[in-house]
């Protein structure tokens, strides 16, 4: 064969190969510009002493967990404390958005992804030192005005089942509620009871009934991968294990 047509042959070849290199690299270069770093957006309300603002950047018992566990699993994250509807929509509305730390129930279930439990918590009913009803079971509450905020599964079931409760935005008001005689019992979380009445040095308050355990979750957008689902779940485990979870919590109680 012709020396000149083998070097033609050699000479298209590479400018072939040129060519297909180029287009592969023209290709991908709009695919790698719109990948982006996720940050997830947690959202929390005021919750003493779960989620409180100190020196004006949110901490407290979940804030920590929740940031270790974030942190541990190399995902990118803020945490911002405001108004529970307002986190509650956002999370179900927006992607890469989460709320926490959210009692699970059957309605709220469907809504979210979840990773469970960052705390488990109780709800017990409060009344004043002068009541005068002996609080055994549930029943013993049918007929008394119960106080708790929106948000609250444990208020939710309450309702839902019947039971005459007030509910307002914030948990907090609800002391001065009781001691006003405005309700018969306050029906709280325990650890966020005992916190509220320690600030406020509230010494009239007591704990009559425990009757709600419930898993206080972080709930994800449905949007969001279940992959990511499944790393932030399994890192929760480990920090269970390891005693993290213990020893935050025991900063706390």
């Known amino acids: 064969m012709n020396i000149k047509i083998i070097n033609q042959k050699k000479m298209y070849i ?5 060519s ?3 287009a592969l690299t023209s290709l991908a270069s709009p695919l790698i510009s719109t990948v982006q770093a996720v940050t997830f957006d947690l959202l929390t309300e005021e919750l003493p002493p779960y989620a409180m603002k100190k020196s004006g950047k949110p901490a407290g018992a979940t804030v920590e967990i929740v940031s270790k566990l974030f942190e541990r699993t ?4 803020k945490v911002r404390i405001v108004p529970w509807k307002r986190a509650y929509l956002t999370a179900e509305e927006e992607k890469n958005t989460c ?5 699970r129930s059957q309605e709220r279930e469907v809504k979210f992804h979840w990773v469970s439990p960052i705390v488990i918590t109780q709800t017990g009913f409060y009344t004043r030192d002068d009541f005068d009803k002996d609080l055994r079971t549930l029943n013993d509450v049918k007929a008394l005005k119960i106080g708790s905020y929106k948000g609250s599964a444990a208020a939710e079931y309450l309702h839902g089942q019947g039971y005459k409760t007030a509910l307002i935005t914030r948990d907090a ?5 009781l001691q006003a005689g405005r309700i018969d019992v306050w029906a709280a979380d325990t650890l966020t009871a005992v916190n509220m009445m320690k600030e406020r040095k ?3 308050v007591n704990e009559s009934l425990v009757y709600f355990t419930t898993l206080r979750a972080l709930a994800c957008n449905l949007e969001t991968p279940i992959e990511t689902i499944n790393k932030l779940s399994t890192e929760l485990k ?3 294990s390891d005693g993290s979870v213990k020893k935050i919590m025991d900063q706390y109680k």
């Open 14 to 18: 590479k400018l072939m190969l040129a």
């Open 20 to 22: 297909f290199f180029l």
């Open 74 to 77: 190399g995902i990118d994250y």
């Open 99 to 103: 709320i926490f730390p959210v009692q």
């Open 173 to 177: 008001p609800n002391i001065q509620k």
């Open 202 to 204: 509230v010494n009239n």
């Open 238 to 240: 480990k920090m269970y």
